[in-house]
């Protein structure tokens, strides 16, 4: 896992498609109807989709320790590539070093434009889930905020019940992963229990390590639908109190695309840099593990009762629902905060639009992309005008 980790670029599809390669074709620990059908558990639940699955991958070679083991060697080499990166982010206010940094910011509004694309050909293929992702992008713009995001996939649940009900997918009745009931029982109420005590942090110790942990796991526990959904989330949760700036995230969730393994370790940066709770290397261990760990815990919680919820209908109704929501969610965050906080000019919106097509037509890594962006933010940062007037004349 660990070499995966240090290899594994260009995002959790990608990491499935390593995942079945190492462990299907390769070693064969798992069969392929056991992969997909794993792979379909770990989507169904909130969480890092690539994370869960190669936990539970350790976890059925090797118990708990295992399921530890893969998750830390999956995780370390990004989380540790991203405290670096902010160790030399305040050294980067060079003449170049400041375009540098807004190319990072730059490259999220590409990024995130193709994942809403793609969700929203995969999660709202009708007039019913678009018109639930429509409803939930104006909740979130009209009223920014957790309560608002939290509102918007409650509606989407709600509505998913209502609208979805005929276009349910018949589930199997057993499962190939047998947990501990007990086990189970515990995660589920620990997942309960701390997102309660989260709500209640901030009333006790403002800006406490409490707080931060609070911060990381409210996000961690609503992320539907991919790891690119945690964006507005941990936004919200740490820009809006002043723990992180504006720019300082936009630019971590920049780097964060040029690495390899998994998006969530987007947590052991903002967690270094964040001004609440202990930082630097401790803040950066409290991001990750907060980040990661309601994923973790509903996934433990699930493994042992996975037919049965795959066969709910009303359980699949609302999943369909909080799915579309899913996706107006993230549209709102493609508008606020990152289209308002890194277009600022029109050289800015042409670097966009040409990381966009590398995305999209050339098909493009994210790394290469990221590396263009930035490099192209630097060059437009020498006036490009100027660079032009001499053909002009």
């Keep these: 896992f660990f070499r995966l980790g240090l290899r594994s670029f260009g995002g959790p599809i990608a990491h499935l498609g390593y995942f079945r390669e190492e462990f299907v074709v390769r070693r064969r620990w798992i069969e392929e109807s056991a992969f997909a059908e794993l792979v379909g558990l770990c989507q169904f639940l909130p969480g890092p989709t690539s994370s869960q ?12 320790r295992g399921a530890l083991a893969a998750w830390l060697g999956f995780t370390l080499p990004s989380a540790a590539l991203l405290v670096l990166f902010a160790l030399g982010a305040p050294r980067l ?15 999220a509004l590409p990024i995130v434009a193709q994942a809403v694309a793609t969700m929203a050909r995969a999660l709202t293929p009708d007039l019913r889930r678009i018109g639930i992702a429509v409803l939930a992008a104006a909740v979130v713009l009209v009223a920014p905020g957790t309560l608002a995001q939290l509102s918007a996939l409650l509606l989407g649940a709600a509505l998913g019940l209502i609208l979805c009900r005929q276009i349910l997918q018949p589930g199997a009745l057993s499962s190939p992963f047998h947990g501990s009931r007990v086990v189970a029982t515990f995660c589920l109420a620990s997942f309960w229990l701390l997102l309660l ?6 009333l006790l110790d403002a800006r406490g390590s409490g707080s931060l942990f609070g911060a990381f796991y409210r996000s961690g526990a609503l992320v539907f639908g991919g790891g690119h959904v ?10 809006k109190p002043g723990w992180v700036s504006d720019e300082a995230f936009l630019a971590g969730y920049g780097a964060a695309q040029a690495m ?11 967690g270094f840099v964040a001004t609440s709770g202990p930082h630097g290397l401790a803040g950066a261990a409290l991001g990750l593990t907060a980040l990661f760990l309601p994923g973790i815990l509903l996934l433990l919680a699930a493994l042992p009762y996975w037919g049965q919820l795959q066969a709910a ?3 699949q109704s609302a999943f ?8 107006g969610v993230l549209a709102a965050a493609l508008y606020d905060p990152i289209w308002k906080n890194s277009v600022h000019s029109f050289w800015d919106f042409v670097l966009a639009l040409i990381a966009l097509a590398l995305l999209v037509l050339w098909r493009l890594p994210a790394l290469l992309v ?24």
Aim: glycine share 10%; hydrophobic share 60%.
């Design 313 to 315: 209908p009303a359980l």
């Design 93 to 107: 206010h060079s003449h170049w070093g400041v375009p540098l940094l807004h190319g990072l910011r730059l490259v």
């Design 197 to 202: 005590a989260c709500m209640l942090f901030p």
């Design 320 to 327: 369909h629902g909080v799915q579309a929501a899913v996706v």
């Design 260 to 270: 390899p393994g998994p998006l969530f370790s987007l947590g052991a940066y903002l």
């Design 370 to 393: 990221v590396l263009v962006t930035a490099l192209g933010a630097v060059a437009a940062a020498a006036d490009p005008w100027a660079l032009l007037q001499p053909l002009v004349h």
């Design 53 to 64: 699955v190669g936990f539970s991958l350790g976890l059925m070679r090797a118990g708990y």
């Design 230 to 239: 945690v964006l507005p989330l941990l936004r919200d949760a740490l820009v």
